[in-house]
Nanobody, 123 residues
Framework: QAPLVESGGGSVQAGGSLVLSCEAA???????MAWFRQAPGQERENVAR????????NYAESVKGRFAISQDNAKNTAYLHMNDLKPEDTAMYYC?????????????????WGQGTQVTVSS
């Protein structure tokens, strides 16, 4: 079983909403789960992250007030609720997780990755 399995991407019009899900395999022990995105020709950037024990969250400035990361520990699943989507949110979205106690912003700190799910927002 893959360590992280994502679902929920798709195409929406500007102002619309989507929810992404990321299920961690039961053998995957992590303290941090995060969502990254990467648009063509751009670097992978952190969108949101959550500490699985404390519930503490962090967001990129560009998505504050529009996106929300949450978790369901019983289902070993993290979610990214995306509202008021904009064309500039168009990207491949990746779920990531790490076992260490600190939820870093840099993608190089994450050892577990999902396969990615495409989000396309049209104007």
């Amino acid at each position: 079983q893959a360590p992280l399995v994502e679902s929920g991407g798709g195409s929406v019009q500007a102002g619309g909403s989507l929810v992404l899900s990321c299920e961690a395999a039961t053998h995957t022990r992590v303290n941090c789960m995060a969502w990254f995105r990467q648009a063509p020709g751009q670097e992978r950037e952190n969108v949101a992250r959550i500490h699985t024990e404390t519930g503490a969250t962090n967001y990129a400035e560009s998505v504050k007030g529009r996106f929300a990361i949450s978790q369901d520990n019983a289902k070993n699943t993290a979610y990214l609720h995306m509202n008021d989507l904009k064309p500039e949110d168009t990207a491949m979205y990746y779920c990531a997780a790490r076992a260490g106690p600190i939820c870093y912003e840099m993608p190089t700190e994450y050892g577990f990755w999902g396969q990615g799910t495409q989000v396309t927002v049209s104007s």
